[in-house]
C-alpha cells in the first residue's frame, strides 16, 4: 500500500479560519483533528481537538483540575465562548511542530514510521513539483489501522 492509494479527502481549514467554524467541524465530523492549511492549500501544522478543548478549559481549571466541581453547569455551558472572535491560527501552540507529510509514494509502514515518531494523528500527503506543493488527502491513524489490520492474516 501507497500514501496515494491510502489518502483520503480531509477536512482543512485555513489560519485565518473562524475557529468556532473549526471547532464545530470538528465536532460533526468527530474529527481527531484538523489540517490547517495556508492559501495555496500547502499543509501548515496540525490542530488536535484536544487543544480546541484545552482553549476552553480556564487556565486556573488546568492547574488544578479540582476547581471544576466548583463551575456551575451554566458557566460551564459558555466554555466555547471562548473561541469566539478567534482564528485558527490563534488556537494553534506556539511549540507546534509542522505537520507530518508523506510522498505519494512513500509504503505504509513509512507512513505509519512519521505518525509514530511525531505521535501524530494524521499525516497530509502531499505531491511537490515545480508547480508546488499539492494536498492529495490525509491519512488518519484510524484508518491506517483499518487497513493494516484487514491486510494482516491475524
Not at 50 to 65: A, C, F, N, R, T
Amino acid at each position: 500500500m501507497r500514501a496515494r492509494d491510502l489518502a483520503e479527502k480531509y477536512e482543512t481549514v485555513g489560519l485565518d479560519s473562524d475557529a468556532l467554524d473549526a471547532a464545530r467541524l470538528m465536532a460533526a465530523h468527530r474529527l481527531p483533528a484538523l489540517l490547517v492549511v495556508d492559501d495555496e492549500g500547502a499543509p501548515q501544522a496540525v490542530l488536535p481537538a484536544s487543544q480546541m478543548v484545552k482553549i476552553l478549559v480556564p487556565g486556573y481549571v488546568i492547574e488544578d483540575p479540582a476547581l471544576a466541581a466548583v463551575i456551575d453547569e451554566r458557566h460551564a455551558d459558555r466554555l466555547c465562548a471562548a473561541l469566539a472572535g478567534r482564528a485558527v491560527r490563534d488556537c494553534l501552540s506556539k511549540t507546534t511542530p509542522p505537520p507530518v507529510v508523506a510522498a505519494p509514494d512513500e509504503t505504509a509502514l513509512e507512513v505509519a514510521a512519521h505518525m509514530a515518531q511525531a505521535r501524530s494523528p494524521l499525516v497530509a500527503v502531499v505531491d511537490k513539483d515545480k508547480a508546488g506543493t499539492r494536498l492529495l488527502g490525509v491519512i488518519t491513524a484510524s484508518h491506517l489501522l483499518e487497513r493494516l489490520l484487514a491486510a494482516s492474516s491475524l
